[in-house]
């Protein structure tokens, strides 16, 4: 099985070895609360034994954070860590909940638009001009068995989701970079987040932005314009992660 299992679903599971700690999603304010899932609430990692020293705080944000306008953003995916398996497998919930935990929220769509486009409103993370192989945008895509993954958290949906997986450490291609530095914007995982106008059904309050390494549902190369909104915020997918964002403690343009 690849390695770093754990972190691919590191919503889904506490470790490879131990039992899987569950979690109830807490409510967030300003999004709704999901409706009663048929399966347990989807558990968070567990935090660590002892706390972490607060980081650094630069330009206003966290130093694991970029400055963005009025916000900051997570530089890679959640973990947020250069080098690491970004999660996946994830509802926008499980986001939700991880990045609460951590003082944090998921970004909305707009946060996550300009964070892309940068400041002169690019199309792509890095200019106007796709470049082939810069981000991971451009891998085939692999059939899915959706009745195994479906059983979820079942053992066999966890081995069908890391069968699937194709994605790159975070930080992994230097080049697929914001203006304002922040990783892996298109192409990797696709990222949940908050959506920005009224959601079309209940329970529709979140959307995936950013495609992921097999390019995007009805689009010919992942963007920072492109958003799929046709799943509800409970929707468990093998190549759905997330970033967090949080407001920014000094004014940005």
Known sequence: ??????????????????????????????VPAPPAPRHAPAPVPPAPAKPAPAPAVVEGCPDDMAAVASFCIDRYEAPNEKGEIPFALQTAYDGEAWCKARGKRLCTEDEWSRACAGPQGTLYPYGDTYRPHVCNDDKGWITVSWKTLAKWPQDVALQEAAHLFNGDMSGARAECVSAEGVFDLTGNVAEWVRRSGPPPHPGYDHVLKGCYWAACYHEPRPNCTFHNGAHPGTFRTYEAGFRCCKPRATGGN
């Open 1 to 30: 099985m690849r390695r770093g299992l754990a972190l691919l679903v590191g919503g889904a599971i506490a470790g490879c070895g131990g039992a899987a700690q569950r979690v109830p999603v807490p409510p967030v304010a300003e």
